[in-house]
């Protein structure tokens, strides 16, 4: 049990802290991808200065994202050698296609967007450009394309090892501590495998929220640069191509947010029932806004929109969204224990629950933030279109400015407790009916070796937060320098026009 | 038709990985160890530039390494990294302290910050060559394995002075290939110092070179049996010896970048060696070798094999030709600019 909550602890904290750096670098790479492109287009050179100065902010995320993204290709054996063994056969190949298809991609380009600026010609810097960028939306598409086997198993059967030969187990094979070591999962379609129910919807779901990411980090800064009045043209011009890229990726996430959702009912109910704290199955399932649950009592307090959950699930508001009280499903439970009496099913069922109050938390503030940064958004919108955007002489604006300097924190918070939410939802199993996150667990790592890890890691990742705010704040206070008198000649011929005012 | 022997390609393929691994990322941290023996700001940050555009992608090929081995013999993958569990936390933190002082290091004036990150990426690059040596000592040694393939051994046990002295010849060797690659990239003064430097680096590493091989005839006893089993073998280990001995005989001749080639093969060389007498197995389990992890019984299905092959097949020419791409255009020697680290 120790040795379980310790190496779920150990590996949540080195994967979110990972992921405070990957959407970053997705997000402005996508960014740097349009920065450039409109230098190349336009020959306004205020956008190159913009390539130049987001590619070094870019530049920063990306190394702390390698840094501490090498451990996590690691920590499935490390930590989960059991799970590592069960589902080596599935879950490998998709590690294996993200390094050799998005890793070298990345990282080879890198090198000509961060040191090709005077070795390469100004096209040839904008395909590199792109090249990364592609391979870091590429690395997302398998690394969810991973996590979502582990959500939506399929494309695979149960085998077990007799005598060193594999005999096929029933679809309906249960799998019990005893099977461990002869189980195991193996692929029998890969492109079942890779487009598993929910691939598509949350590989959606986590780019756009990495480019929010992207987006609003640069509408942070850009609007801090304008409320100082300071590089005022680059402000300006970061700030409407980072607000565009904000708007498009806010709006589309509210529907992307809205498929994942309905996935969630159809594939994981129990998942779904305990994000929305959903105990009694009833039509018109009402949706709580905010709240808390009483576990006790198995209730959910806050303000409710009746009906709301059940439309949204399956567009009608009679049919009923499952509650806890009837999940997992009475057929689940024979199964799986066949000499319990109905009586039992009520106990037996909490078994099978995730943490209900914490994963209706974080549901939740990932929804309150991502429909707030799109409040935002809107707003800001509103004010750049009537012109006000821009004009700090008005308190209004300066305001909106101030939201937008923090909005940067929005996205991040939104997307940490997206995944605390999906992946906690998903307990008790780490393969979502098939393994429990219980018995996978490495068999010969002790507690003491993952407390160790955890401090060795908790030490490592506040320095190197601590470095990243730190250099981060200086690269900001330095600023966009005007680079034109770096520009090699074949460059300084693209520009056509002179700066906006 | 005949079918082509998966479990033989795929043990052939990550071996691959890892000797990339070994011969790309091996000289940037040679070049990490060496960091601390030039005093210069300015030579430091020669050397920080020297794999600066590199060593981000030459990283890449321990991270598919890790993966294609995860995804062809999950259970040699589990077994070992459960096993080796805090050397590879460890061996993680010094790739993160070296990764990101590379990152940090030149950002900031300050004597006590650049200091601060040259020991770190030096310490990060040591510790990494060391502990990579150390792992792959255990691995030739065997270690112990229960019937279910678990690690049944203990932290202090792999600290065994056999893998330590591989750990040392690991850095070692790291050292002279990172000593030889720093002589194509640099010129004038610093090249001087580092052409100083390399006859000793060859003569230390020969030395540990031939101490590691002297204590495997001794300590470990499967490797001659094997070899009398398969005396072709010795056809490689001399081939070997003649490419280690043409490294100091190239740079003596002023070509810094025959002796790369030499030694990148020299490593090539050792792992083909270590192949050829290792396999079938994976992880040899010593001291019941019938618990042993072999191409067989570590292995995915064929299925996965063949869909990891095709994966393959598509990916590693691409892989090549942007990777021989991205050196063309680096070529040369390393100047500083104001983009460099």
Redesign the interface.
């Known amino acids: 049990m120790t040795v379980e909550i310790l190496a779920r602890v150990q590996f949540a904290f080195t994967v979110a802290i990972h992921y405070l750096y990957p959407p970053l670098s997705i997000g402005l790479g996508m960014a740097l991808v349009m920065m450039e492109g409109l230098w190349l287009k336009t020959g306004n050179p205020v956008f190159h200065n913009m390539a130049r100065f987001w590619t070094r902010i870019f530049a920063l995320t990306f190394a702390i994202g390698v840094a501490t993204g090498i451990v996590m290709e690691f920590e499935f054996g490390t930590n989960w050698a059991t799970y590592s063994r069960f589902v080596g056969d599935i879950f490998g190949s998709a590690l294996a296609a993200e390094g050799i298809f998005a890793f070298f991609l990345e990282s080879g380009f890198l090198a000509l967007l961060l040191f090709g600026w005077n070795k390469v010609g100004p096209r040839m810097h904008f395909f590199a450009t792109c090249m990364v960028a592609f391979g870091a939306h590429f690395s997302a598409v398998w690394i969810v394309v991973a996590n979502s086997w582990m959500q939506t198993p399929a494309g695979y059967h149960l085998e077990r090892i007799v005598n060193g030969k594999p005999v096929v187990l029933p679809a309906d094979h249960v799998v019990t501590t005893a099977d461990l070591t002869s189980v195991r999962a193996v692929v029998d379609d890969f492109w079942a495998m890779v487009f598993n129910p929910s691939t598509i919807d949350r590989l959606t779901h986590v780019v756009l929220g990495a480019w929010m990411a992207g987006a609003f980090l640069i509408v942070s800064i850009s609007a801090y640069y304008v409320l100082r009045k300071r590089h005022l043209d680059f402000a300006r011009a970061s700030l409407k191509i980072g607000l565009g890229f904000a708007a498009v990726a806010s709006v589309l996430q509210m529907v992307s947010a809205d498929f994942t959702a309905k996935g969630v009912v159809r594939n994981q109910p129990i998942k779904l029932a305990a994000m929305e704290g959903v105990y009694q199955t009833a039509p018109r399932t009402p949706m709580t806004l905010f709240g808390y649950v009483d576990t006790k009592k198995e209730t959910v307090v806050g303000p409710k929109i009746p009906g709301l959950l059940s439309w949204l699930s399956w567009g009608s508001i009679d049919k009923p969204v499952a509650g806890l009280r009837d999940l997992p499903s009475a057929e689940f439970l024979r199964a799986r224990h066949p000499g319990a009496s109905p009586k039992e099913f009520p106990s037996l069922r909490k078994a099978y629950w995730p943490n209900v109050a914490a994963v209706f938390q974080f549901y939740h503030i990932m929804i309150i933030v991502g429909v707030a940064l799109l409040g935002l958004v809107v707003i800001a919108c509103y004010f750049w279109w009537r012109g006000w955007l821009f004009d700090t002489s008005r308190p209004l604006t300066r305001w909106l400015l101030l939201a937008l300097v923090f909005s940067v924190l929005g996205p991040q918070i939104a997307n940490q407790a997206g995944w605390f939410a999906a992946e906690m939802g998903r307990q008790p199993w780490i393969v979502y009916g098939l393994l429990k996150t219980s018995e996978s667990l490495s068999r010969v790592v002790t507690a003491n070796q993952i407390v160790t890890s955890l401090v060795l890691f908790a030490l490592v990742y506040a320095l190197l937060f601590a470095m990243f705010i730190f250099l981060l704040t200086r690269k900001i206070q330095h600023g966009p320098v005007d680079e034109e008198d770096e520009m090699p000649e074949s460059w300084k011929a693209l520009i056509r026009t002179t700066p906006r005012a | 038709m005949i079918l082509p022997d998966l479990n033989l390609i795929w043990f052939v393929l990550v071996g691959v990985l890892f000797t990339g691994y070994a011969m790309l990322d091996g000289f940037d941290l040679g070049v990490g160890v060496l960091q601390l023996f030039v005093r210069k700001d300015e030579h430091r940050r020669l050397f920080l530039n020297s794999i600066?555009?590199?060593w981000?992608?030459n990283?890449?090929w321990?991270?598919?390494g890790?993966?294609?081995l995860?995804?062809?013999?999950?259970?040699a993958?589990?077994?070992?990294?459960?096993?080796f569990?805090?050397p590879?936390?460890?061996l993680?933190?010094s790739?993160?302290?070296r990764?990101?002082a590379?990152?940090?290091r030149s950002?900031?004036e300050w004597t006590w910050w650049r200091q601060f990150w040259d020991v770190a990426f030096s310490l990060g690059s040591l510790v990494a060559a060391l502990l990579i040596g150390v792992a792959m000592g255990n691995i030739v040694r065997g270690i112990p394995l229960d019937a279910?393939h678990?690690?049944?051994g203990t932290?202090l046990g792999l600290l065994n002075p056999y893998s330590l002295l591989m750990g040392i010849t690991t850095v070692l060797l790291f050292a002279m290939h990172g000593a030889i690659y720093l002589a194509m990239k640099t010129e004038g003064e610093l090249l001087e110092i580092v052409r100083g430097w390399i006859p000793r680096l060859i003569g230390l590493f020969l030395i540990s070179y031939l101490l590691f091989n002297v204590y495997t005839l001794v300590d470990v006893p499967w490797v001659l049996e094997t070899v009398r089993a398969r005396p072709h073998v010795l056809f490689v280990v001399a081939a070997n010896v003649l490419i280690v001995l043409n490294i100091p005989r190239e740079i003596h001749k002023g070509r810094p970048f025959y002796a790369f080639l030499s030694s990148c093969t020299a490593m090539a060389l050792m792992m083909a060696t270590f192949g050829l007498t290792y396999f079938p197995n994976m992880v040899l389990s010593s001291p019941v070798p019938a618990n042993s992890l072999t191409i067989?019984?570590a292995a995915?299905?064929q299925?996965?094999l063949g869909?990891?092959l095709v994966?393959?097949i598509i990916?590693?020419p691409?892989?090549l030709a942007?990777?021989a791409?991205?050196y063309w255009?680096?070529r040369g020697k390393t100047s500083l600019?104001?983009?460099?680290y």
């Open positions: 600066g555009p590199v981000d992608g990283e890449v321990l991270v598919t890790g993966g294609a995860f995804a062809a013999f999950p259970e993958y589990a077994t070992v990294f459960s096993g569990y805090l590879f936390m460890l993680l933190c790739l993160i302290f990764a990101v590379i990152e940090f950002k900031e279910d678990e690690f049944a932290f067989i019984n995915s299905t299925k996965t869909i990891m994966i393959a990916g590693v691409l892989v942007y990777t791409s991205i255009v680096f600019t104001k983009h460099s």
